[in-house]
């Protein structure tokens, strides 16, 4: 019987396609380290049987079209899967599998370090020094804010939710959230569940960690953003489109709140118009679980789940449920 098929749509960091190898697959690798256009990635998923996808490719009707009948199995190297047409892929019998748990914490770093970057103005910092033009101490100096004592509110009590407020504990922090459900681990913290609307307007720190779905869209807009002090500082380590960005670029040019941490983007890779004239952001190119372990460990994790599917067993991280109802 001729080996599976595996497509990969990008390098990858260590272990790469090693372990696709190693479980004997055909691995057809475009070993580009850039995205792929649509044109190219249908003709490189055409009749394979597992795809190791990125959260840059668009996973929908006419990608399952071009790969054909014999896919089983899409791993998406993310926890997040808004690029993926769950449904289309499960009308189709096609496994979809995500990397949650092994960036938790990579992430949530990042969290604290745009919290902290946006907090104490270490960008603006860093130009300053940089620049050439720092005369020495000042007792004025790109005066920021102490987070100790203040009110971190978390939208998205999941695994990441939960890291970031740990961490929050060690910086003295109230903490607030707002989830679907009641998280017994922010419970245990000392974490209050909130309505949204008192989320944004009784936060210093806002942050966003909730998947993006329709109900999350364009959740801070202009009126949520009207609603903050005009102290907060909003972060974001979720998905862009959580954030009208153009929204946001008036709220931090007008001081409605003071500023900004992002990591993601509504237009990703494309920012709106007059974001990179703030000052007031940390501006990041999406390196939430950007840490040699953690993307190490969602190479490891997807393709368990291809080597898993394609195998006859059940996946590690299954995203949806294939087993037939009734
Ligand atoms: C994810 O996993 O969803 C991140 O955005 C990329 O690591």
């Known amino acids: 019987m001729p080996a599976p098929i595996v497509a990969v749509t990008r390098s990858l960091p260590a272990p790469g396609v090693a372990p696709l190898l190693a479980a004997g697959f055909e691995v057809r690798h475009r070993d580009v380290d850039g995205p792929c256009p649509p044109d190219e990635l249908h003709e490189l998923v055409r009749g394979v049987d597992g795809v190791f996808a990125l959260l840059s490719e668009r996973i929908d009707e006419a990608f399952l079209d071009a790969a054909g009948p014999q896919l089983r199995v899409v791993a998406n190297m ?9 449904a289309a892929c499960t009308a189709r019998g096609v496994q979809v599998t995500n990397t949650p748990d092994v960036l938790t914490d990579a992430t949530a770093d990042l969290a604290w370090a745009l919290i902290l970057g946006a907090a104490r103005r270490i960008p603006e910092a860093d130009r300053l020094v940089r620049s050439g033009t720092w005369q020495g101490w000042r007792p004025m ?4 804010l102490t ?6 509110g978390i939208l998205g009590m999941g695994k990441i939710g939960s890291a970031i407020a740990r961490r929050a504990t060690g910086f003295g922090m109230r903490i607030r959230y707002h989830n679907r459900t009641p ?12 309505d949204r609307a008192t989320l944004f307007a009784t936060s210093d720190v806002v942050v966003l960690a909730a ?16 609603t903050m002090r005009r102290s907060a500082i909003l972060v974001n380590v979720a998905r862009g489109t959580l954030v009208e960005e153009s929204a946001l670029v008036e709220a931090l040019r007008a001081g409605t709140i ?12 494309r920012l709106v118009d007059g974001l990179t004239a703030c000052e007031n952001t940390v501006l990041l190119p999406h390196l939430g679980s950007s840490t040699i372990e953690a993307r190490a460990a969602m190479v490891e994790l997807a393709c368990g789940n291809i080597t898993a599917v394609l195998g006859g067993r059940a996946p590690l991280t299954p995203v949806n449920d294939l087993t037939p109802r009734g």
């Open 141 to 144: 100096d790109l005066l920021g």
């Open 258 to 269: 003071t500023a900004a941490g992002l990591d993601v983007y509504e237009f990703e890779p």
């Open 78 to 86: 993310a926890v997040g899967f808004d690029n993926v047409d769950v």
């Open 211 to 226: 998947p993006a779905t329709p109900e999350t869209h364009h959740v801070v807009d202009a009126a949520a953003l009207a």
């Open 183 to 194: 998280s017994p681990e922010a419970a245990a913290l000392g974490a209050e569940l909130v």
């Open 147 to 152: 987070v100790a004592g203040k009110t971190l």
